[in-house]
């Protein structure tokens, strides 16, 4: 039987090469964010498509922080995708610290 990649229970997980690339970008954004959760969350990230999406939403609104940031326009759009990427957060710690309760 055939798993899907987005399936959490796979064991791998997303695992063609340009989706391990794009997994590990979003890692490096997060560890630059929260460098204690690296080991965690890169578990996580292989095996919960429920927490790849929350990753997959940060890292793009970091993306477009970035951007908007280096450009110096549209301030009030910079402010909502910082509102955004804030609420982002907070998901993916709360999800962090469940699994690490979980484990322990």
């Known amino acids: 039987m055939k798993t899907r990649s987005d399936d959490p229970r796979s064991p791998r997980g997303d695992a063609d090469r340009g989706d391990r690339m794009r ?7 997060l560890s630059e964010r929260f460098p204690h959760v690296d080991r965690v969350s890169w578990r996580l990230l292989e095996r919960d498509a429920t927490f790849r999406e929350l ?3 940060y890292a ?6 970035e951007r908007l940031t280096q450009s110096g326009s549209d301030e009030p759009m910079l402010r909502e995708y910082n509102a955004l990427r804030l609420r982002v957060e907070g ?14």
């Open 91 to 104: 998901e993916l710690l709360g999800y962090i610290a469940e699994h690490r309760s979980r484990r322990s």
């Open 23 to 29: 997994l590990r970008d979003i890692i490096r954004r």
């Open 55 to 57: 990753c997959e939403e």
């Open 60 to 65: 793009a609104c970091t993306a477009v922080v």
